[in-house]
């Protein structure tokens, strides 16, 4: 096995998104632990009526959430496009949730809380972890008798606003009446069970809580009037940008974060010999379904085989970032695998001795030729055609 | 031990740092694809060929260069241990304890918790997730699955309570 951290082996950068993940990880962990779900009991009273403060921490967190999203989006600040909405499977979820919902009630916390019970020196909470651990190892087991089950009912991205035609922002106002009705009746509950068994009894919504509620609805209620005056005039301009990216970067991003990026070849696929592709492309001709569903926050990089050619429209729907190899796979040929020698040559001596390191080792780990003195172990080969990705969300 | 804060104060925390997560990694938390991950390594390192083999579920994880512990959600589960621990420390929470109801024993809890966590590990594979990665982070961006997979949740717990009840009241 590997380090546990990658980037102590230093051979190999780390993703991308190791610091914001570690960041938004250590804040979640917080805000998990000062809700009280580092310990059992506090989740456990959700269930016996007594403290349920699992519905009321997340629920809030919810409409905070979508009242922020639906600010952010309505007043053009961020692209909804640009966040992953995770497919919906209707039965699976039902299904899933009702298992995980089973478990939840017997260890008393979630997979996120448990790993917060464990750092808070909970023995019941890191025995948790390891359950988690071992269902979900064991799920590859039970996989192959499920699959059809488990591909079922596939919805895609199916959101309410997309259910209803209704915008964004008025669901979003809707979910934050309905969560302060839900609120009002879980204090209502509480009252009703309280002193009845030995249960440390939930906190009452607060002046502050109401006013903290009223605040986030003003927000939702805003996100709405924008949504009507100044989201059309926005969408108004609908740029399509296509940016491009050299061989040598492309490159570079293939062998440092792979998994960012779909690269798809767009050239006849007959006319081209089999050797003749970058790693980890995607036939255009080989994709399956629609192009703006693929998008799960990576970058598409499209290449031809001059770079001249016209994207085809069905690529232009997608919806993350789009951009062209200049030069096609041309350039990727000269550039990267060295054909002709000279034109690679040519190339190298137009930069700096420290871009030539980084030239010639990427070179290297493209075509497996020895490298002179590279930089040690900077890059490793990063190029195996990746299989087609079916990762189930994983919780992600 | 002191009491954790106020829920609808700590909810108001938790939306904003889900919000964050949406803006600044283009999406939202997660956790038990971590424990995916973990699960994938431990069971390869005891069956090699049966769990890279072409079709298994766990296979996927290795069919990239680099170890598949290169991932966000690993790091963000890492995050949440420490994030955890810190909050524990400074919050006065932090004990080393069982946690459990008055009239049950400390072994039947911590199978109970064992017994709990395997199923979720489960059920969260079949849902695609679990109330992080789901419940919460879909539930903002209102999917329709994620809300099917959160009332689901709750029913599910709700019906096992009467049967575990004597571990907690």
Redesign the interface.
């Known amino acids: 096995m590997n380090a546990i951290l990658p980037v102590l082996q230093g051979a190999y950068p780390p993703s991308a998104e190791f610091i914001p993940a570690i960041v938004v990880g250590i804040l979640f962990g917080a805000a998990l632990e000062v809700s009280g779900f580092g310990n059992a009991k506090n989740l456990a009273g959700q269930f016996y009526f007594h403290d349920m403060r699992v519905l009321k921490v997340m629920f809030t967190a919810i409409i905070t959430a979508a009242a922020g999203v639906a600010v952010l989006t309505s007043t053009g600040l961020l692209r909804m496009e640009l966040i992953y909405v995770p497919d919906t499977f209707l039965i699976p979820h039902l299904v899933g949730g009702f298992v995980l919902g089973v478990g939840f009630m017997l260890s008393a916390y979630c997979p996120g809380t448990s790993i917060v019970s464990a750092a808070s020196g909970k023995w019941d909470g890191l025995v948790t972890v390891f359950g988690v651990i071992a269902g979900s190892a064991l799920f590859g087991e039970l996989y192959p008798h499920i699959r059809g089950f488990y591909d079922s009912t596939a919805e895609g991205v199916l959101t309410f606003p997309k259910l209803f035609h209704l915008p964004f922002p008025v669901l979003v106002a809707v979910l934050i009446v309905a969560a302060f009705l839900a609120f009002l009746g879980t204090d209502k509950i509480e009252g009703l069970f309280a002193g009845k068994l030995s249960m440390p009894q939930g906190a009452k919504m607060t002046t502050g809580g109401k006013r903290a509620l009223g605040a986030l609805f003003s927000l939702g209620i805003l996100a709405i009037i924008f949504q009507y005056t100044l989201a059309p005039r926005l969408s108004q301009v609908p740029p399509r940008e296509v940016g491009s990216i050299t061989a040598v970067d492309l490159a570079r991003a293939l062998i440092e974060e792979p998994r960012s990026l779909y690269v798809v070849d767009i050239r006849n696929a007959s006319a081209v010999a089999a050797k003749e592709i970058i790693p980890q492309s995607i036939r255009f001709a080989d994709i399956e379904g629609n192009v703006d569903a693929m998008y799960k926050g990576k970058t598409m990089v499209v290449y031809s085989e001059d770079g001249k050619d016209d994207l085809p429209s069905e690529i232009t729907k997608y919806k993350g970032r789009l951009v062209v190899l200049s030069g096609g796979y041309e350039a990727w040929r000269s550039e990267i695998m060295g054909q002709p020698e000279q034109t690679y040559q040519a190339a190298l001596r137009t930069m700096d001795s420290e871009e030539q390191k980084v030239v010639a080792a990427i070179h290297g780990s493209f075509t497996g030729a020895k490298i002179e003195a590279p930089s040690e172990s900077a890059v490793k080969p990063a190029v195996t055609i990746m299989a087609p990705k079916k990762r189930g969300g994983g919780c992600s | 031990m002191k009491?954790?804060?106020?829920?609808?104060?700590?909810?108001?925390?938790?939306?904003?740092?889900?919000?964050?997560?949406?803006?600044?990694?283009?999406?939202?938390?997660?956790?038990?694809?971590?424990?995916?991950?973990?699960?994938?390594?431990?069971?390869k390192?005891i069956f090699p060929a049966h769990?890279t083999a072409k079709?298994?579920?766990?296979a996927?994880y290795f069919?990239?260069?680099?170890?598949p512990?290169?991932?966000?959600?690993i790091?963000?589960?890492?995050?949440?241990?420490?994030?955890?621990?810190?909050?524990?420390l400074l919050?006065g929470?932090?004990?080393?304890?069982?946690?459990?109801?008055?009239h049950t024993t400390a072994t039947k809890?911590?199978f109970?918790?064992?017994?709990?966590?395997?199923?979720?590990?489960?059920?969260?594979?079949?849902?695609?997730?679990?109330?992080?990665?789901?419940?919460?982070?879909?539930?903002?961006?209102?999917?329709?699955?994620?809300?099917?997979?959160?009332?689901?949740?709750?029913?599910?717990?709700?019906?096992?309570?009467y049967f575990?009840?004597k571990?907690?009241?």
């Not at chain 2, 104060?9 to 694809?33: D, I, Q």
């Not at chain 2, 079709?55 to 766990?58: D, F, Q, R, V």
């Not at chain 2, 512990?69 to 959600?73: A, G, K, R, T, V």
């Not at chain 2, 109330?131 to 019906?159: D, E, K, R």
């Open positions: 009491k954790p804060w106020n829920p609808y104060l700590a909810g108001v925390g938790l939306g904003l740092v889900l919000l964050l997560s949406y803006v600044w990694l283009g999406h939202g938390f997660g956790a038990s694809g971590a424990s995916t991950i973990i699960g994938a390594i431990g069971l390192s769990v079709g298994a579920y766990l996927h069919t990239g260069d680099g170890t512990l290169n991932d966000w959600i790091f963000m589960a890492l995050g949440t241990f420490i994030g955890g621990f810190l909050s524990s919050g929470r932090h004990k080393p304890e069982i946690v459990r109801g008055p809890r911590l109970l918790a064992l017994a709990g966590g395997l199923i979720m590990g489960i059920g969260a594979r079949i849902g695609r997730g679990c109330t992080s990665g789901q419940a919460l982070s879909g539930g903002a961006l209102l999917s329709v699955g994620s809300w099917i997979f959160m009332m689901a949740v709750f029913a599910g717990a709700y019906c096992t309570a575990v009840r571990e907690w009241l």
